[in-house]
């Protein structure tokens, strides 16, 4: 299956600051998914963004989507050293879902 | 929101030996599971796709002979990781789908496996 990349892969803010993420996927998608993993650990699901939606807001979490470009991004605002974590995409095709290669955030108290 | 469980979630064995994994959804019928795989500083890799009272699908260069499925319930998917190796050495993660629209997929918490 087709895996989408991300950017940065890992990135080092600190507390207070805003972070950015990216993610550009490949393949047409109903919709795409981001989801938070700290380390060892589960996923969390984030936010989902459906295909006809260009933007969402979930508490300090902002995600955007261009579907003619292909990509997707997560802004965390206000960031915690709690938020600090892996945040992967996920596009949902058929039924599946296909993760990008992730972002490793590091927030700095 | 629904829960899916998995167990055990953390297992070490020996190389050679088999080892199996559960996933449950435990308040919701899934007809469909996924198993992914990751390893350490890595994404999440599908393995394969368990479809309840049928064979499940697996992705490209994962062996199904290695890697037993069974579905044998709405509730409840194994994997077998058979005569395993340190390369097996993983972390495992299940997903269920909910049966019925709209679909909607559940993550269980995972499992640690090291073979030694």
């Known amino acids: 299956s087709q895996q989408g990349e991300e950017d940065p892969q890992a990135l080092s803010i600190q507390e207070g600051e805003n972070a950015t993420m990216n993610c550009s996927y490949k393949t047409s998608i109903n919709n795409l998914q981001w989801y938070r993993q700290n380390s060892g650990r589960g996923l969390v699901h984030l936010i989902l963004?459906?295909?006809?939606?260009r933007e969402k807001h979930s508490g300090r979490l902002r995600v955007t989507l261009d579907t003619s470009k292909k990509s997707s991004s997560l802004l965390i605002t206000a960031s915690r050293a709690a938020d600090t974590a892996s945040y992967f995409c996920a596009t949902a095709g058929r039924r599946a879902l296909t993760f990008g290669s992730g972002t490793r955030l590091q927030v700095q108290p | 929101g629904a829960v899916v469980s998995q167990h055990p979630s953390r297992v070490i064995c020996k190389s050679g030996t088999s080892v199996k994994i559960e996933c449950r959804s435990l308040d919701f019928q899934a007809t469909t599971m996924f198993w992914y795989r990751q390893f350490p500083k890595q994404s999440l890799m599908l393995m394969a796709t368990?479809?309840?009272?049928?064979?499940?699908?697996?992705e490209q260069g994962v062996e199904k002979d290695k890697f037993l499925i069974n579905h044998a319930s709405l509730t409840l998917s194994t994997l077998t990781v058979t005569s395993a190796h340190p390369e097996d050495s993983s972390f495992y993660i299940c997903?269920?789908?909910?049966?019925?629209?709209?679909?909607?997929?559940?993550f269980g918490p995972g499992t640690r496996l090291t073979v030694t």
């Open positions: 997903s269920a789908l909910t049966s019925g629209g709209p679909y909607e997929q559940y």
């Open positions: 963004i459906r295909s006809n939606e």
């Open positions: 368990s479809n309840e009272g049928s064979k499940a699908t697996y």
